[in-house]
């Protein structure tokens, strides 16, 4: 067997458990921030939906790494490697990115206001999920 199999399937895997726990955090503070509008009687922003999903792109950075470190042919501990804390980081971006997001939903559901600045906030924890793609493409070439 080669090890190598092992870090592609971790980059994927570790990257979408992030993304899953993420959205799930994310979805529930949108749901009940829309629950609070709902029993004040104030419109619920649907662009919370937008809030919930963002953690999902850690999902297609994995499968993005696991298809590069099986393009790159290298040695099978640094595709292990680069598998497993490539997915991992990815995966923790995911995780907090669905935390920042739900803080999000959770404020702007109470405010009203903020929407930029809360985009801003959860984008740069994306950022973190996409310097680890580019600098673990660094490392398998």
């Known amino acids: 067997m080669d090890i190598g199999f092992i870090g592609m399937a971790a980059a994927l895997g570790l ?3 992030g993304s899953a726990f993420g959205a799930g955090f994310a979805g529930m503070s949108s749901v009940g921030a829309w629950k ?3 029993a004040a ?3 619920a922003p649907f662009i919370m ?3 919930s999903g963002a953690p999902l792109t850690q999902t297609i950075y994995g499968f993005l790494l696991m298809n590069f470190i099986k393009a790159a ?3 099978a501990g ?3 490697g680069v598998g497993i804390f490539g997915g991992l980081a990815i995966g923790l971006s995911g995780l907090f990115q ?3 997001a739900a803080a999000a939903a959770d404020a702007l559901g109470a405010t009203g206001k903020g929407t930029a600045n809360y985009f801003i906030v959860v984008g740069i924890v994306e950022t973190v999920a996409l310097f680890t793609l580019v600098f673990s493409l660094l490392l398998l070439q």
Do not use: H, N, R, W
Request: hydrophobic fraction near 45%; proline fraction near 5%.
């Open 41 to 43: 009687g104030k419109p």
């Open 15 to 17: 990257s979408a458990a």
């Open 98 to 100: 669905g935390k920042c």
């Open 36 to 38: 609070k509008c709902y």
């Open 73 to 75: 042919g290298v040695d």
């Open 49 to 51: 939906i937008a809030f």
């Open 78 to 80: 640094l595709a292990l």
